[in-house]
């Protein structure tokens, strides 16, 4: 790798500030193999980009290194989220990452607009990576190719390559193996999330030991069910709404028993479907359009509940704006 991030001789370059967001995701379909050798589980899953977007200000520092802080304008309670503001963030570990490929990388300090929940299985932390990514590539002029970028993604995690991508794909792999799906309909869905978080490891774990205690083996999942991509591709909710799967559903409910009252509740008051996204405890509900999602997230504000009506497919990570300061 050239660079190691080395800060070039020569006269500083000008101050400059780029922003960029990335949405956070929801699985409409989520098979899970068994633990593989390495801890990891293959799996086989269909992704969903969501109009609920983070967005990065990466901005060039005097000082080496990468800082990192979180946005007043952050439409997330933050108090009690432990995003931790150090080389565990994933956006801080994005930004290292580039500079280690970048010739022209200098200090960098990372502002974080938070929206996607914090440990719901939406992907918001590899969402931060991918806009982190993608901003501090153009902020050092690194210029690397959309592969380069998916390469590097697929180092940070699992989650990340999709972000950077956006739309809809088939993931297989740990869900870095990405194949682009049509999605030629826009599909509006409510997502509920809870306050409190579930550990992405944790439910993994326990749907093992779920598996184990009733002598279940599963094959790896190799592909996803053909139906949900014809129904992407025409745009057919209800026939999609039959066909969502979640194999982490049981053990994010095993982990967190109240999600079963939210998945009820959703099914009782007029969705298509509903389903845990990824690890949860995020609900992603399936509505039939933009004004059911309104009227579901009103039905939901009079029982003191905060819900987002959002939709997808919508574009992977973006550039928003580019500053010299
Ligand atoms: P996934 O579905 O990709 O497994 P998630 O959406 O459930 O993830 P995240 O919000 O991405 O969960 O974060 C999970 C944990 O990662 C957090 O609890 C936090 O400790 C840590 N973390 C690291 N970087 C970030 C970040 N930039 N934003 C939020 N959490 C982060």
């Known amino acids: 790798r050239p660079g190691s991030g080395r800060i070039p001789a020569g006269p500083p370059a000008r101050p400059r500030s780029v922003r960029a967001k990335a949405p956070g995701k929801v699985n409409v379909s989520l098979s899970v193999g068994p633990a593989r050798p390495d801890g990891y589980h293959s799996v ?55 500079a280690e490929v970048s010739e022209k990388a200098t200090g960098v300090h990372l502002e974080i607009t938070k929206r996607v929940p914090v440990a719901g299985g939406m992907g918001g932390g590899s969402a931060d990576a991918a806009a982190t990514l993608l901003a501090c590539d153009a902020l050092w002029d690194s210029g690397l190719s959309k592969e380069e970028l998916a390469h590097l993604a697929a180092e940070l995690g699992a989650d990340v390559p999709f972000a950077l991508l956006g739309g809809a794909a088939v993931g297989l792999g740990v869900g870095d193996r990405l194949s682009p799906a049509l999605a030629s309909a826009r599909l509006d869905w409510v997502l509920v999330p809870a306050d409190y978080g ?27 069910e053909a139906g949900i991509l014809a129904a992407l591709r025409s745009g057919d909710s209800g026939g999609l709404s039959h066909l969502l799967v979640n194999d982490l559903q049981r053990a994010a409910i095993s982990l967190a028993p109240q999600l079963r009252d939210t998945l009820g509740w959703a099914d009782s008051h007029g969705a298509l479907a509903s389903l845990v996204s990824g690890s949860g405890p995020t609900v992603a509900v399936l509505v039939r359009d933009a004004a059911a999602a309104a009227e579901t997230v009103a039905s939901l504000a009079h029982l003191g509940v905060e819900a987002h009506a959002v939709h997808g497919p919508v574009p992977g990570a973006r550039i928003l704006s580019d500053t010299l300061l």
Do not use: K, Q
Not at 77 to 82: I, K, R, V, W
Not at 198 to 224: H, M, N
């Open 44 to 98: 086989a899953s269909v992704y969903l980009a969501v109009s609920l977007f983070e967005e990065v200000t990466a901005t060039t520092t005097a000082e080496p290194g990468v800082t990192v802080s979180l946005s007043p304008e952050s439409t997330l309670d933050l108090e009690g989220a432990e995003i931790p503001l150090d080389e565990r963030n994933l956006a801080v570990r994005a930004a290292r990452l580039m």
């Open 198 to 224: 579930l550990s992405t490891p944790a439910v993994f774990a326990e749907l093992d030991r779920l598996r184990g205690a009733e002598g279940i083996d599963v094959p790896e999942p190799t592909e996803v």
